[in-house]
């Protein structure tokens, strides 16, 4: 399966570099989502990446911290990363958005709103293993405070500039896909990340282009290779023996090499490619592995990563 693609203007565009403004644009990341979804990590890789991270601070005060980080006479402004959620003093969410709004009118700032959602269960699982309560049901049910966390602020996704699903991600992987999209520094064309992943356990829902592998033949019914995953050469060699795999192989790289330079004129900064099958042990994972060595080979800067070859790949903890 393909996911679809906007139809390309008849005349090919220039390649565009990032803006000159970037350079001098204080990066100013704003970390929301749902509870449980992966805030205090995301932070923690965006700390790691060289922004000054500050989490749950009373919103009024957000203009005092940018002021006092904004560094002196001769001195750069670090980048700064804020956390807020729905336990942060004088949260309003829909002031939160007009602050956003207003801040991206700026020009001394690059401001972006990566809202960070998860479907109920796992974030139910996460409370779970935490042992902590809901913020929003401190003496009720935890599924009580999801429902109406949701109720204040799924709304918001429509308004952020990066939307990550972090339900079956690991805490690696989404340092990865953060790392795509908030990495510092000039930035040489779009970067990739290639995934493989199990249609039983969904589609991923930060994937921007998706494949599907499950008319290849399927190692799963081989007593020997089952247990292994397509990361493994005698998996890899059992696929690659399907009369489909070569001219399948073929015509992704044929539809994916004309798309990347488009990618990268339209200023597109993360591209995800999902690779998917049954169990995201076997097929998706040996092609996957095979793309992203193609790309690398035709000199791009990609990320792999295999949601369920493991069968678990899940962020752990509440934050």
Aim: net charge neutral; glycine share 8%; charged share 25%.
């Amino acid at each position: 399966m393909i996911a679809p693609v906007s139809p390309m203007p008849d005349s090919p565009s220039p390649p565009l570099l990032p803006p000159a403004a970037t350079s001098h644009r204080r990066p100013f990341v704003l970390v929301t989502g749902l509870s449980g979804a992966g805030r205090m990590t995301a932070l923690n890789a965006l700390e790691d990446m060289g922004y000054v991270a500050v989490d749950n601070m009373p919103l009024p005060l957000l203009g005092d911290l940018m002021r006092s980080t904004a560094g002196g006479s001769g001195t750069i402004a670090p980048p700064l990363a804020f956390g807020v959620d729905t336990r942060t003093f004088g949260f309003d969410p829909r002031e939160l958005v007009r602050r956003v709004r207003k801040l991206r009118q700026r020009p001394d700032l690059d401001a972006k709103l990566l809202f960070l959602e998860c479907d109920t269960e796992a974030l139910q699982r996460r409370y779970t293993a935490s042992r902590r309560p809901h913020p929003l049901a401190p003496d009720r049910p935890v599924i009580d405070g999801i429902v109406e966390e949701r109720r204040q602020i799924q709304w918001m996704r429509d308004s952020a500039d990066v939307v990550i699903d972090t339900s079956s991600l690991s805490p690696h992987t989404l340092k990865q896909l953060l790392a795509g999209q908030f990495a510092l520094g000039p930035r040489a064309g779009t970067r990739l990340s290639v995934m493989s992943f199990s249609f039983r356990r969904g589609l991923p829902r930060e994937a921007d282009l998706v494949f599907d592998t499950r008319f290849l033949k399927n190692p799963h019914y081989d007593p020997v290779l089952k247990p292994l995953t397509g990361r493994d050469p005698a998996v890899a060699a059992f696929i690659a023996t399907d009369p489909g795999y070569q001219p399948f192989i073929e015509q992704l790289e044929g539809l994916i090499e004309p798309l990347l330079p488009r990618f990268d004129a339209e200023g597109k900064a993360y591209l995800t490619i999902a690779v998917g099958c049954t169990g995201g042990r076997h097929r998706s994972v040996a092609v996957a592995e095979v793309l992203a060595d193609w790309l690398r080979g035709v000199g791009r800067s990609v990320t792999l990563s295999h949601r369920d070859a493991d069968g678990s790949g899940e962020l752990d903890g509440v934050g």
